[in-house]
């Protein structure tokens, strides 16, 4: 559904079979939505016609990843495949040796890729070529900021990795499940595990501040306007000050 943003009214609205969790990626002229059922499909942005088509063949967990005018779709089978944005059409493919569940993160000319084995892989854009590969990660997409990748892991660590080598600079246990994925703004990084919502310094990964909400937090962490943004699974919204280092919010950022 296009809504749209000044009236609030419904510009365009298109069927889609087995949606799923996956979210639409936006550029200037077209909406890519992709299904839980492994169907690509773009539409054109002011009107909703439907540009093209593209079956993955398999299951879709994970939204689409957009640059350089090339489409990164991943699947449970452990297949990335890159689309022609503009065409649809297949440009390269690459095996990973498990399933993906969460999105992709695309920085310069890297993808990357998350797996269940726990894997991160780090592919070349333009070939689909492996950079490198190490063992961290979990279900939650990773953040890559400043030349580090941040990701949660299964163990319930949270671990900065170096965006150029995977070599690992800090690694942090919080102690609970993470679901949620990362978000960096400045030199903290903010993210939830349990029902707790956690600062870390970037350089360091000391934990700075904790505040814990009424329930588990698996949806993603956002930082928006100085504020920490986190829904919970007790149905509230959390807004805590960002940029705080040495005591955690407790109020709403103003």
């Not at 950079?131 to 299964?154: F, H, K, L, N, Q």
């Given at each position: 559904v296009?809504?749209?943003?000044?009236?609030?009214?419904?510009?365009?609205?298109?069927?889609?079979?087995?949606?799923?969790?996956?979210?639409?990626?936006?550029?200037?002229?077209?909406?890519?939505?992709?299904?839980?059922?492994?169907?690509?499909t773009?539409?054109?942005?002011?009107?909703?016609?439907?540009?093209?088509?593209?079956a993955?063949?398999?299951?879709?967990?994970?939204?689409?990843?957009?640059?350089?005018?090339?489409?990164?779709?991943?699947?449970?089978?452990?297949?990335?495949?890159?689309?022609?944005?503009?065409?649809g059409?297949?440009?390269?493919?690459?095996?990973?040796?498990?399933?993906?569940?969460?999105?992709?993160?695309?920085?310069?000319?890297?993808?990357?890729?998350?797996?269940?084995?726990?894997?991160?892989?780090?592919?070349?854009?333009?070939s689909g070529?492996?950079?490198?590969?190490?063992?961290?990660?979990?279900?939650?997409?990773?953040?890559?900021?400043?030349?580090?990748?941040?990701?949660?892991?299964?163990?319930?660590s949270?671990?900065?990795?170096?965006?150029?080598?995977?070599?690992?600079h800090?690694?942090t246990?919080?102690?609970?499940?993470?679901?949620?994925?990362?978000?960096?703004?400045?030199?903290?990084?903010?993210?939830?595990?349990?029902?707790?919502?956690?600062?870390?310094?970037?350089?360091?990964?000391k934990?700075?501040?904790?505040?814990?909400?009424?329930?588990?937090?698996?949806?993603?962490?956002a930082?928006?306007?100085?504020?920490?943004?986190?829904?919970?699974?007790?149905?509230?919204?959390?807004?805590?000050?960002a940029?705080?280092?040495?005591?955690?919010?407790?109020?709403?950022?103003?």
């Open positions: 296009a809504i749209d943003g000044a009236s609030g009214h419904e510009a365009w609205r298109k069927p889609l079979r087995f949606a799923g969790s996956c979210s639409p990626v936006v550029d200037d002229d077209r909406v890519y939505a992709a299904t839980q059922e492994g169907a690509i773009a539409f054109a942005k002011s009107t909703g016609e439907e540009l093209w088509h593209y993955d063949g398999d299951l879709v967990f994970s939204s689409p990843a957009l640059a350089s005018n090339k489409l990164i779709i991943t699947d449970v089978s452990g297949q990335v495949t890159a689309l022609n944005a503009e065409t059409r297949e440009q390269w493919q690459e095996q990973l040796k498990a399933e993906v569940h969460a999105t992709p993160a695309i920085v310069g000319d890297r993808i990357f890729v998350v797996t269940t084995a726990p894997e991160i892989v780090v592919l070349d854009l333009e070529a492996v950079v490198w590969r190490t063992e961290a990660g979990g279900p939650s997409s990773p953040a890559v900021a400043d030349g580090m990748v941040y990701v949660g892991g299964e163990d319930q949270v671990r900065a990795l170096d965006a150029a080598s995977g070599e690992e800090w690694s246990p919080l102690g609970y499940p993470i679901a949620s994925s990362p978000a960096s703004a400045g030199d903290l990084i903010y993210i939830a595990s349990g029902p707790t919502i956690t600062a870390l310094d970037a350089r360091s990964g934990t700075l501040w904790g505040h814990v909400a009424g329930d588990v937090i698996t949806a993603d962490v930082v928006v306007d100085g504020m920490v943004i986190a829904s919970g699974h007790d149905g509230y919204v959390y807004a805590l000050r940029n705080v280092r040495e005591s955690g919010p407790t109020q709403p950022a103003t």
